[in-house]
């Protein structure tokens, strides 16, 4: 079947703009996570989002960042005032009430210039 | 506080060699996921194994297999006779249990080269 699909693949965007990142999960999976992995560095996690319950924003690195879910459909991931330190691959992942793994899209590079 | 560790950054090898690369946790939950996703040139990660804390069996799938030894709190992947193929980013990671088991929580990978 599908997978986590994200878009887009590539965004180059000025500092100081605002970006919207989009992930649609596969079907039926309730949960969803953002992620961001800068340049040779592992995952570092942002938000988590549980079928009907309150996201879990711990990860997000300032109030910059925030993300919706609708349902157990698509979220989308704002970044406002794009900084240099922003540039990053930001990867979206779902995954089933069982198993428990979580399914990787092929993530969104933001460069910001 | 939960915390990976993959010491080893970077790891060069010649085909068919074996290879193992280390991973070593923290956590203070009892029970907990480990997981281990390979990330190949292209970027995308891939899932490789689940393991539950309760479940100290080691598992091998064809080439692969892996170590769980909760007594060092390691979980250790090993590739027998590596192939090109294998070159990547090896990743290993550790969650909370169950349903509402949070974020995965990553080592920084280990970077695996693997030469004809």
């Known amino acids: 079947g599908a997978g986590v699909s994200q878009s887009p693949s590539n965004k180059v965007t000025e500092k100081g703009k605002d970006v919207e990142l989009r992930c649609d999960p596969i079907?039926?999976?309730?949960?969803l996570y953002w992620y961001r992995q800068r340049l040779g560095q592992g995952l570092e996690f942002l938000i988590y989002f549980q079928g009907n319950s309150a996201p879990d924003k711990s990860g997000l690195p300032s109030d910059r960042f925030s993300a919706e879910r609708t349902g157990e459909s698509v979220s989308t991931l704002t970044i406002q005032r794009t900084q240099q330190e922003d540039s990053a691959v930001y990867l979206c992942a779902s995954r089933a009430a069982f198993p428990y793994e979580q399914y990787f899209g092929p993530g969104t590079r933001l460069t910001v210039t | 506080a939960q915390k990976v560790t993959q010491a080893q950054t970077e790891i060069s090898v010649v085909e068919k060699e074996d290879v193992t690369l280390d991973c070593v946790y923290e956590?203070?939950?009892?029970?907990?996921?480990l997981f281990w996703y390979k990330q190949p040139p292209s970027g995308e990660l891939v899932f490789l194994i689940r393991r539950n804390s309760f479940d100290e069996q080691n598992e091998i799938s064809g080439r692969y297999s892996w170590n769980f030894q909760k007594s060092t709190s390691s979980f250790n992947f090993t590739i027998t006779a590596s192939q090109v193929v294998d070159s990547a980013v090896y990743f290993c990671?550790?969650?909370?249990?169950?349903?509402?088991?949070?974020?995965?929580?990553f080592g920084k990978g280990t970077k695996l080269s693997v030469k004809p």
């Open positions: 990671a550790l969650s909370g249990y169950g349903g509402s088991q949070g974020n995965l929580i």
């Open positions: 956590t203070r939950d009892t029970t907990y996921y």
């Open positions: 079907s039926g999976h309730t949960a």
